[in-house]
């Protein structure tokens, strides 16, 4: 989403917007694209964890496990 309002509320939060501006914007915007490919690796990671049944649904009981298969994923995707 690439609006004026949003980016005022980042403006008054004291937060840096990683948006890019569209194409066809009339007003020079500028972005970081260095913190906006993390974003999106971050975001992928995310996404990758959805994939895997139990973190998704959540089917350990404790934290420390979640947390575990969450490591063991990760290690999982830096290998691959």
């Given at each position: 989403m690439d609006n004026n309002r949003?980016?005022?509320l980042f403006r008054q939060a004291e937060t840096q917007?990683?948006?890019p501006p569209k194409a066809d914007?009339?007003?020079v915007i500028t972005c970081d694209f260095a913190m906006y490919r993390w974003r999106h690796l971050v975001e992928n990671f995310f996404c990758d964890l959805?994939?895997?049944r139990s973190i998704a649904t959540r089917c350990e009981k404790t934290d420390e496990r979640v947390a575990?298969?969450?490591f063991l994923r990760a290690i999982h995707l830096a290998i691959k």
């Open positions: 949003l980016r005022e917007a990683v948006i914007r009339k007003g959805k994939q895997v575990a298969f969450i």
